[in-house]
């Protein structure tokens, strides 16, 4: 089944069993390998990408769902060679270690900031609550996220 | 080797060294720095010193500068998330007095690195990263030679700044690169190289932010599980129905018919290969085939097991004797402590690209033992270990959970089969199935003390979770231990701080028991029984910032040894009354591991540790019946999450008169015995079994 999906700005046509989830159709067919696999049924985060804005987990995801949607994936935040303000904060706060949650965790994040722009430390947790860092970089996470919204409310107006 | 890496059985046997003369010219001339493979590295393996006649060959490469002023260092070590890619850049970077941002560093790839046993046991930091200084110190030497003898100017007059030597307070500079331009130079490293004092590093003990940084916030890093390669398949395993499981039969024809399918199978080995990985799951599931396991214990007999199948016993310490101990004691305890099978549950799962050229096979795996992983294949193989080349991109974490090579070796099978190169992704269920878990155990402890606080014997038995940190701290006249290897119904291996958490965990519980027998405050009770300052020094410390003594109730503390590092966790909890839940309110973490090297990412390892920690403390725990895990995947097998992080803080004493020590495992060990003493000062319950409240505490 062709299927056309649109992501990070461009027209892309795949064909694939309809079976096939969201995550394997970026990871396999489009080579875009930044969403990861981590458990494969919504538990852990790894695999979020922005479907219409929202963060959706592409390993459950069928592709069905996201034909015609605007997806974004952490491939696409970057707008001409400058990072996104979450992507920037990270790197700041050095909010990795191992880092195979950190697309996950920057989407999350960045689909969080779009519904809440000054989220207390509850709204973190509890926004972020379905991405799981197994090396504990939560802290620094949350740094991450505290520090994009104070640069994003700075800039605002 | 410790004895508790079950997973570690075959060492390398061969080594093919290149020739070191046609390896720089390969590069384009320039400058060489070649040196042995130091003695902890290659100890291990069987590798030392085979004489001088051989001396030569076991030289490697370790660092090269080009004509175009690139430097490059080779290290067998691997990046799982320990931040060694940028600190091993920041030694190298601090000999040459260059940006770190100069530095290109060549990781865990076995046809370009010095041997290397693997990256564990916290030894990058105190093996790795000397030997690199060493490295860096002779090729600044080497270079301030050179311009020496082009401008005729004394040695003493130069020094090396920003990728130039540079005479001091002179007009004469010049780069590195031009320096090196047309040569062909080797040098040696010395073993005994004088290096840079760690009181005047400029670059080490600084916060460098992470290397490739840029690459992990904006995807591009490609991990083994995000490799390809023209005309690659997606491989996938049939797995048995239990542990040790036998092939009775098998029915694969409607997976052959499959289009696009290569089936193999090889003796009880049965997989596919397909261009998709949908295609290669349903393949996978068409394949009919009878398993034989025998029965198997499950978790809920686990302890009367391990004691019932003892296989070795060692004495790891004996001195006085425990009768006379218990009768010179005042009070006396005896209790039993137990520790559940905990997965790793490293976030990218095993994963390998596996490609054959002929009968050269190259494989990307995430792996902390490249050269381990090396020999895996080499002997599945039957091939010599110089046409196995194994790569290691950065990759999503290990914990002491990633030293052998089983996607490898199942990729490569596959690959072999289908002629063509294959990726083998585990799933999150083979993860936590297939993989080996730390172990669990029993450990006894008898005990007994004066009503001063004073420890008089001390008795401890140890049943299957491991040897490492299994010698106390604290000095007590009569003292025996023991360690039990029993046979484990679970596949074990190694763990972030091995089984020192399991030892901490019942030893650190049972001082805190024998304080209360006395009426003394922890704090106190341990400072009477210990003498090392260092240890001592990180108690108070952990006290001090806690305001160890301020609060009544819900607050716990438990110190530790591992690794050279000492470290002390002081906590505070909150229980639920009504449903038992607990939460971790804050945690003070103080920790000495000698001279910082980098101190945002120890801090980071540190805190890192410690939220993994609250995971195997509290509630982490592999259920398994029937030769099969019942909770292999991350909604029955709950790991810390962002709810359950408490406020954290860390105290690091920088001490730059020691050398540093590895870091990313020993803030683990005193996390759960702290933990148990915080919930029994809160509830009155004392638990002796970790994890500690699966499902809250029962008051
Ligand atoms: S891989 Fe999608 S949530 Fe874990
Ligand atoms: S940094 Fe390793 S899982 Fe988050």
Same mark, same amino acid.
């Given at each position: 089944?062709?299927?056309?999906?649109?992501?990070?700005?461009?027209?892309?046509?795949?064909?694939?069993?309809?079976?096939?989830?969201?995550?394997?159709?970026?990871?396999?067919?489009?080579?875009?390998?930044?969403?990861?696999?981590?458990?494969?049924?919504?538990?852990?985060?790894?695999?979020?990408?922005?479907?219409?804005?929202?963060?959706?987990?592409?390993?459950?995801?069928?592709?069905?769902?996201?034909?015609?949607?605007?997806?974004?994936?952490?491939?696409?935040?970057?707008?001409?060679?400058?990072?996104?303000?979450?992507?920037?904060?990270?790197?700041?706060?050095?909010?990795?270690?191992?880092?195979?949650?950190?697309?996950?965790?920057?989407?999350?994040?960045?689909?969080?900031?779009?519904?809440?722009?000054?989220?207390?430390?509850?709204?973190?947790?509890?926004?972020?609550?379905?991405?799981?860092?197994?090396?504990?970089?939560?802290?620094?996470?949350?740094?991450?996220?505290?520090?994009?919204?104070?640069?994003?409310?700075?800039?605002?107006? | 080797?410790?004895?508790?890496?079950?997973?570690?059985?075959?060492?390398?046997?061969?080594?093919? +060294?290149?020739?070191?003369?046609?390896?720089?010219?390969?590069?384009?001339?320039?400058?060489?720095?070649?040196?042995?493979?130091?003695?902890?590295?290659?100890?291990?393996?069987?590798?030392?010193?085979?004489?001088?006649?051989?001396?030569?060959?076991?030289?490697?490469?370790?660092?090269?500068?080009?004509?175009?002023?690139?430097?490059?260092?080779?290290?067998?070590?691997?990046?799982?998330?320990?931040?060694?890619?940028?600190?091993?850049?920041?030694? &190298?970077?601090?000999?040459?007095?260059?940006?770190?941002?100069?530095?290109?560093? $060549?990781?865990?790839?076995?046809?370009?690195?010095?041997?290397?046993?693997?990256?564990?046991?916290?030894?990058?930091? +105190?093996?790795?990263?000397?030997?690199?200084?060493?490295?860096?110190?002779?090729?600044?030497?080497?270079?301030?030679?050179?311009?020496?003898?082009?401008?005729?100017?004394?040695?003493?007059?130069?020094?090396?700044?920003?990728?130039?030597?540079?005479?001091?307070?002179?007009?004469?500079?010049?780069?590195?690169?031009?320096?090196?331009?047309?040569?062909?130079?080797?040098?040696?490293?010395?073993?005994?190289?004088? $290096?840079?004092?760690?009181?005047?590093?400029?670059?080490?003990?600084?916060?460098?932010?992470?290397?490739?940084?840029?690459?992990?916030?904006?995807?591009?890093?490609?991990?083994?599980?995000?490799?390809?390669?023209?005309?690659?398949?997606?491989?996938?395993?049939?797995?048995?129905?239990?542990?040790?499981?036998?092939?009775?039969?098998?029915?694969?024809?409607?997976?052959?018919?499959?289009?696009?399918?290569?089936?193999?199978?090889?003796?009880?080995?049965?997989?596919?290969?397909?261009?998709?990985?949908?295609?290669?799951?349903?393949?996978?599931?068409?394949?009919?085939?009878?398993?034989?396991?025998?029965?198997? +214990?499950?978790?809920?007999?686990?302890?009367?097991?391990?004691?019932?199948?003892?296989?070795?016993?060692?004495?790891?310490?004996?001195?006085?004797?425990? +009768?006379?101990?218990?009768?010179?004691?005042?009070?006396?305890?005896?209790?039993?402590?137990?520790?559940?099978?905990?997965?790793?549950?490293?976030?990218?799962?095993?994963?390998?690209?596996?490609?054959?050229?002929?009968?050269?096979?190259?494989?990307?795996?995430?792996?902390?033992?490249?050269?381990?992983?090396?020999?895996?294949?080499?002997?599945?193989?039957?091939?010599?270990?110089?046409?196995?080349?194994?790569?290691?991109?950065?990759?999503?974490?290990?914990?002491?959970?990633?030293?052998?090579?089983?996607?490898?070796?199942?990729?490569?099978?596959?690959?072999?089969?289908?002629?063509?190169? &294959?990726?083998?992704?585990?799933?999150?269920?083979?993860?936590?199935?297939?993989?080996?878990?730390?172990?669990?155990?029993?450990?006894?402890?008898?005990?007994?003390?004066?009503?001063?606080?004073?420890?008089?014997?001390?008795?401890?038995?140890?049943?299957?979770?491991?040897?490492?940190?299994?010698?106390?701290?604290?000095?007590?006249?009569?003292?025996?231990?023991?360690?039990?290897?029993?046979?484990?119904?679970?596949?074990?291996?190694?763990?972030?701080?091995?089984?020192?958490?399991?030892?901490?965990?019942?030893?650190?519980?049972?001082?805190?028991?024998?304080?209360?027998?006395?009426?003394?405050?922890?704090?106190?009770?341990?400072?009477?029984?210990?003498?090392?300052?260092?240890?001592?020094?990180?108690?108070?410390?952990?006290?001090?910032?806690?305001?160890?003594?301020?609060?009544?109730?819900?607050?716990?503390?438990?110190?530790?040894?591992?690794?050279?590092?000492?470290?002390?966790?002081?906590?505070?909890?909150?229980?639920?009354?009504?449903?038992?839940?607990?939460?971790?309110?804050?945690?003070?973490?103080?920790?000495?591991?000698?001279?910082? &090297?980098?101190?945002?990412?120890?801090?980071?390892?540190?805190?890192?540790?410690?939220?993994?920690?609250?995971?195997?403390?509290?509630?982490?725990?592999?259920?398994?019946?029937?030769?099969?895990?019942?909770?292999?995947?991350?909604?029955?097998?709950?790991?810390?999450?962002?709810?359950?992080?408490?406020?954290?803080?860390?105290?690091?004493?920088?001490?730059?008169?020691?050398?540093?020590?590895?870091?990313?495992?020993?803030?683990?060990?005193?996390?759960?015995?702290?933990?148990?003493?915080?919930?029994?000062?809160?509830?009155?319950?004392?638990?002796?079994?970790?994890?500690?409240?699966?499902?809250?505490?029962?008051?």
């Amino acid at each position: 089944m062709a299927i056309q999906l649109l992501v990070n700005g461009s027209e892309h046509r795949v064909d694939a069993d309809p079976e096939t989830n969201l995550l394997s159709a970026l990871r396999d067919r489009l080579d875009l390998t930044g969403a990861k696999y981590g458990c494969g049924d919504g538990q852990c985060g790894a695999c979020t990408v922005l479907v219409d804005g929202r963060a959706v987990r592409s390993c459950i995801t069928p592709l069905g769902y996201a034909e015609g949607k605007r997806i974004t994936t952490i491939e696409g935040l970057e707008r001409n060679g400058r990072l996104h303000p979450v992507q920037d904060a990270f790197l700041e706060t050095g909010a990795m270690q191992c880092a195979y949650c950190t697309s996950g965790m920057i989407l999350s994040a960045v689909a969080l900031l779009e519904k809440n722009p000054n989220p207390s430390g509850a709204d973190i947790v509890r926004g972020m609550e379905g991405n799981i860092c197994r090396c504990g970089s939560y802290p620094r996470i949350a740094a991450a996220i505290r520090l994009a919204a104070s640069r994003q409310k700075g800039t605002a107006r | 080797m410790e004895p508790e890496r079950y997973e570690l059985r075959e060492n390398p046997q061969y080594d093919f +060294p290149m020739d070191r003369r046609d390896f720089v010219r390969s590069l384009g001339g320039g400058l060489l720095i070649i040196g042995l493979v130091t003695g902890l590295q290659a100890q291990e393996s069987g590798r030392g010193r085979r004489g001088d006649q051989r001396m030569p060959e076991e030289m490697s490469a370790w660092l090269h500068i080009g004509a175009d002023g690139v430097i490059t260092v080779y290290t067998g070590k691997a990046e799982v998330g320990q931040n060694t890619r940028t600190s091993l850049m920041q030694a &190298v970077a601090e000999e040459l007095r260059t940006p770190v941002a100069s530095i290109r560093l $060549v990781m865990a790839d076995t046809d370009r690195v010095p041997f290397d046993m693997g990256t564990f046991g916290s030894l990058s930091t +105190p093996v790795m990263a000397p030997q690199l200084h060493r490295v860096g110190a002779a090729a600044r030497d080497t270079l301030i030679g050179m311009a020496s003898k082009q401008w005729g100017i004394e040695r003493g007059a130069l020094d090396v700044a920003n990728g130039e030597v540079i005479e001091k307070g002179g007009s004469h500079r010049i780069r590195f690169g031009e320096l090196t331009r047309g040569q062909e130079l080797v040098r040696t490293v010395a073993h005994d190289a004088p $290096v840079t004092p760690a009181s005047e590093w400029k670059i080490c003990g600084t916060p460098v932010p992470k290397v490739n940084g840029r690459e992990m916030v904006t995807g591009q890093h490609k991990y083994s599980s995000d490799m390809s390669a023209p005309g690659m398949l997606y491989g996938k395993v049939l797995r048995p129905t239990a542990f040790g499981a036998k092939l009775v039969s098998v029915d694969a024809r409607a997976a052959q018919s499959m289009p696009g399918v290569t089936f193999v199978r090889d003796a009880d080995f049965l997989a596919v290969a397909a261009q998709d990985p949908l295609k290669a799951e349903k393949a996978v599931e068409a394949i009919q085939a009878e398993w034989k396991a025998d029965p198997q +214990p499950s978790s809920r007999e686990l302890f009367a097991y391990l004691k019932a199948n003892i296989a070795e016993t060692q004495t790891i310490h004996s001195t006085g004797s425990i +009768p006379d101990g218990m009768r010179l004691g005042e009070a006396a305890l005896r209790e039993t402590y137990h520790v559940a099978y905990i997965a790793h549950t490293p976030l990218e799962p095993r994963a390998a690209l596996a490609q054959w050229e002929g009968d050269k096979l190259t494989v990307y795996t995430g792996s902390q033992r490249p050269f381990g992983v090396r020999s895996e294949l080499a002997q599945a193989f039957h091939i010599p270990e110089e046409r196995v080349r194994v790569i290691v991109p950065d990759t999503g974490a290990g914990y002491g959970g990633k030293h052998t090579g089983e996607a490898a070796i199942e990729a490569a099978r596959i690959a072999k089969a289908a002629g063509k190169p &294959v990726k083998v992704v585990w799933t999150r269920e083979e993860e936590f199935t297939w993989a080996y878990a730390r172990p669990a155990g029993i450990i006894e402890i008898a005990s007994a003390v004066r009503n001063d606080g004073l420890l008089t014997a001390w008795e401890f038995h140890n049943y299957n979770s491991g040897a490492a940190g299994i010698r106390g701290i604290y000095i007590v006249p009569n003292e025996r231990i023991e360690f039990h290897e029993t046979k484990s119904p679970l596949r074990q291996g190694s763990y972030r701080a091995l089984a020192s958490t399991a030892n901490h965990f019942a030893r650190e519980s049972h001082i805190n028991e024998l304080a209360h027998a006395v009426k003394m405050d922890p704090v106190e009770f341990r400072m009477k029984n210990l003498q090392d300052a260092r240890q001592r020094a990180v108690i108070a410390a952990a006290a001090e910032k806690f305001g160890w003594g301020k609060m009544k109730s819900g607050c716990g503390i438990a110190a530790g040894f591992e690794k050279n590092g000492y470290v002390c966790s002081a906590a505070e909890v909150a229980v639920d009354r009504s449903t038992g839940k607990v939460r971790v309110v804050r945690v003070v973490t103080a920790f000495d591991c000698g001279a910082v &090297v980098n101190p945002d990412g120890l801090k980071h390892q540190v805190e890192g540790a410690v939220i993994m920690g609250i995971g195997g403390a509290l509630f982490e725990s592999l259920e398994f019946a029937d030769g099969r895990i019942l909770n292999p995947h991350l909604r029955t097998y709950r790991v810390p999450r962002f709810s359950d992080v408490p406020e954290l803080e860390t105290v690091l004493i920088d001490r730059k008169d020691v050398p540093s020590a590895g870091a990313g495992e020993s803030p683990i060990v005193a996390i759960a015995p702290a933990f148990a003493e915080a919930i029994f000062s809160a509830t009155g319950v004392r638990l002796r079994s970790m994890p500690l409240a699966p499902n809250g505490v029962k008051t």
